[in-house]
């Protein structure tokens, strides 16, 4: 077979196998562990800006230390999404739309954008 064929083959097996079950002897349970790389269901997110002049995002957060793993500082302005599910009652978790990761930011320093009225520039 030529190479063309086989890459055709290749490609066309794979896009049948997206299914996280997908792959033989796999049983449910296996499929949708926690640490596999399939997104089990869609998270979603409010959109937010930071209110404050600065604001650290922490990679980790503990209800007995506090914040841990800075990842970076965020500024008035930056759009971020937060999730109302999660996180805790000072600390939103938040999704960075510029890099695309997860991190805790202190709650006081966003506003989230709700409505088609929102009187806070910037808001998308």
């Known amino acids: 077979m030529s190479m063309k064929k086989n890459a055709l083959l290749l490609g066309a097996a794979g896009l049948l196998c997206v299914l996280p079950a997908c792959g033989a002897g796999q049983n449910?349970?296996?499929?949708?562990k926690p640490d596999t790389d399939v997104v089990e269901q869609a998270v979603y997110t409010?959109?937010?800006?930071?209110?404050?002049?600065?604001?650290?995002?922490?990679?980790n957060y503990s209800t007995t230390t506090g914040p841990a793993s800075?990842?970076?500082?965020?500024y008035y302005g930056d759009k971020v999404g937060i999730r109302q599910d999660a996180g805790y009652p000072s600390w939103a978790l938040i999704l960075d739309y510029g890099p695309d990761d997860w991190g805790f930011v202190l709650r006081s320093c966003l506003t989230r954008c709700a409505g088609p009225n929102n009187p806070i520039a910037g808001c998308f």
């Open 28 to 32: 449910e349970a296996e499929a949708l």
């Open 46 to 59: 409010d959109h937010a800006i930071v209110t404050c002049q600065s604001a650290t995002m922490y990679g």
């Open 70 to 74: 800075p990842i970076r500082t965020l």
